[in-house]
């Protein structure tokens, strides 16, 4: 089970935000944890006074938010906010994302949710500022919701995509993705996107052909094994592709209807890159699905291995 005690929700009334909310709360529910509201507002927003009055977030306007992907009305597993520990702060800061930053080191959260929309100042902001910031920098996972998403389930999550690319980050994001589909109930993908090399013509040579199906063959072999050995149990589908890597996410998003994509921040580009900026940073902007964030360097909200236990006493 993941261990979260804390969930940091920063909301900015936007609608990226309201979207995000059910997931903070369903969350905070199954794993009795404590939901922290964060509104951070300055003198400078031309709507402040009434950021300053609508804080703290009524039980209403909360409740509007946990069923805003509803259909119908609450859901028999709907969680009762009153009973929910609900901790509330407005801050004023003219650096939302550090304010959001600060905050969770203060309070040790253990998991932010936000959505990719936002405010600074009088002009809507897409992802690539504030949200960008905080999963870029904070020290614990992130929960990406967008504001246009096609899909934002709250409790029907039932299918959740991996990503594996074989490094040690990879391997954190299948661990997480385990527990993850243990709280919902919920099957998990295994993707690999085999970069078919490419060579310019100014090498001046005929490069030789890849092997792409012996290749995928040999991944879908190692993936069979990483879930088997990982995962342990048998709501796994496992598959190999060759292409470019956020594209081929994103389609196979589309193509088998997944609910949720966890995703780990580093890869196999360089010495320990940070993958946003390309392939992970695609897969935020554009998956119509909650994408959830870890980093192997930050906080973990499962078991640390052996391996990772070592390396973190290095």
């Known amino acids: 089970m993941l261990s979260i005690e804390r969930i940091l929700f920063p909301t900015d009334f936007s609608e990226g935000a309201a979207r995000a909310f059910p997931q903070a709360a369903y969350l905070a529910d199954w794993h009795d944890a404590e939901l922290h509201i964060l509104n951070v507002t300055g003198r400078y927003q031309h709507d402040y006074e009434e950021d300053r009055e609508r804080f703290p977030v009524s039980q209403d ?4 938010w946990l069923r805003r ?28 994302a550090e304010a959001i930053l600060n905050y969770t080191e203060e309070e040790a959260i253990d998991l932010t949710v936000m959505g990719t929309h936002g405010r600074r100042g009088v002009d809507r902001m897409l992802f690539g500022s504030v949200t960008e910031e905080v999963v870029r920098k904070a020290p614990c996972p992130a929960l990406t919701v967008r504001a246009d998403a096609d899909r934002a389930p709250s409790e029907a999550i039932r299918r959740v995509l991996v990503p594996v690319d074989f490094s040690e980050a990879s391997d954190t994001a299948v661990r997480h993705a385990k527990e993850i589909a243990m ?6 993908d295994l993707l690999h996107v085999v970069h078919e090399p490419v060579y310019p013509a100014a090498y001046g040579f005929e490069p030789v052909s890849f092997p792409t199906g012996e290749v995928i063959d040999n991944v879908e072999a190692q993936l069979a094994d990483l879930a088997r050995e990982t995962i342990g149990y048998e709501h796994v589908m496992i598959e190999a592709r060759a292409g470019n890597p956020a594209s081929e996410i994103l389609d196979y998003t589309e193509e088998n209807d997944v609910d949720l994509v966890v995703i780990a921040t580093h890869g196999r580009t360089g010495l320990d890159r940070v993958l946003l900026g390309s392939v992970a940073e695609r897969v935020l902007r554009r998956a119509p699905m909650p994408v959830f964030v870890v980093k192997p360097d930050r906080k973990s909200l499962v078991s640390s291995t052996p391996a990772e236990t070592a390396a973190t006493h290095e």
Not at 61 to 64: A, F, R, V
Not at 77 to 91: F, G, K, M, R
């Open 61 to 64: 306007t909360l409740t509007e």
């Open 69 to 96: 992907s509803a259909e119908s009305g609450p859901g028999p597993n709907e969680p009762d906010l009153s009973a929910l520990p609900i901790a509330q702060e407005q801050v004023e800061s003219a650096a939302p």
């Open 183 to 188: 709280t919902y109930g919920a099957e998990i």
